[in-house]
C-alpha cells in the first residue's frame, strides 16, 4: 500500500491495554526498555505528569513518544520547561509525517501551560532525521552546550559519544 493511502492515528497512552502492545512492539523490534517502564509512563500520564501519545499506522502500532512535565534536565526545571522524551517512530513508518503529528499534540499541551517546550537530541548520525526535523519546527539551540547524562560537559572533558550524549532545544510557542 503507497504510505499516502495510509491511515495516522495519534491517541493518547490512557489505556491500560496500551502498556502490553507498547512491550510487544518495542521487544519486537528489539528496542529495550527498562522493567517496568511503560508501566510507570501509564502511571504518569494518569497523574498528568506525563503525556504519552502512540501512532498508528492502518492499525499497527507505529511509535510513541512522551512530554516530560518536570524534564530531568535541570536548565528544562528551572524554567519549567516540559520536554519531549523518547521519541520512537519505528522504521518501516518513518518518513510519513508520524513524529510531525506527535510534535503537534505535545506542542499543543505545552502551549496551554508554559508556552515553551524544549526537546534534547543526540549528536551522533543515527539522530540526523530528528536534528533535521526539529530545526524545521522552529526549535533552537537552548545555548547551554552539550550535556551527557543531563550534566553540562566542560571544555576539555572526555565523554563517551552515545545516546546520553545531547544538545538541548527550545521553541517558544504562540498561546492562543
Do not use: W
Not at 68 to 97: C, H, T, W
Not at 107 to 114: D, G, L, P, Q, Y
Amino acid at each position: 500500500m503507497n504510505s499516502m493511502d495510509s491511515v495516522i492515528t495519534i491517541v493518547p497512552f490512557h489505556e491500560e491495554a496500551q502498556i502490553q502492545q507498547l512491550q510487544d512492539a518495542f521487544a519486537g523490534r528489539g528496542i529495550s526498555r527498562p522493567e517496568g517502564y511503560f508501566e510507570k509512563c501509564f502511571r504518569e500520564n494518569q497523574n498528568e505528569t506525563r503525556y504519552s501519545f502512540i501512532g498508528y499506522v492502518d492499525g499497527q502500532l507505529a511509535g510513541c513518544a512522551h512530554l516530560k512535565i518536570q524534564s530531568d534536565y535541570p536548565p528544562f526545571q528551572e524554567r519549567e520547561i516540559p520536554e519531549i522524551n523518547d521519541l520512537n517512530v519505528f522504521p518501516a513508518y518513518q518518513r510519513r509525517g508520524i513524529a510531525s503529528k506527535l510534535f503537534d499534540e505535545f506542542e499543543s499541551v505545552a502551549a496551554s501551560r508554559t508556552g515553551r517546550i524544549g526537546v534534547g537530541v543526540g549528536l551522533f548520525q543515527d539522530y540526523g532525521k530528528a536534528q533535521i526535523m526539529y530545526c524545521k519546527r522552529g526549535y533552537v539551540l537552548d545555548g547551554n552546550g552539550v550535556h551527557y547524562d543531563n550534566v553540562r560537559v566542560e571544555p576539555g572533558e572526555m565523554v563517551r559519544v552515545d545516546d546520553d550524549l545531547v544538545l538541548y532545544l527550545v521553541k517558544e510557542l504562540n498561546k492562543d
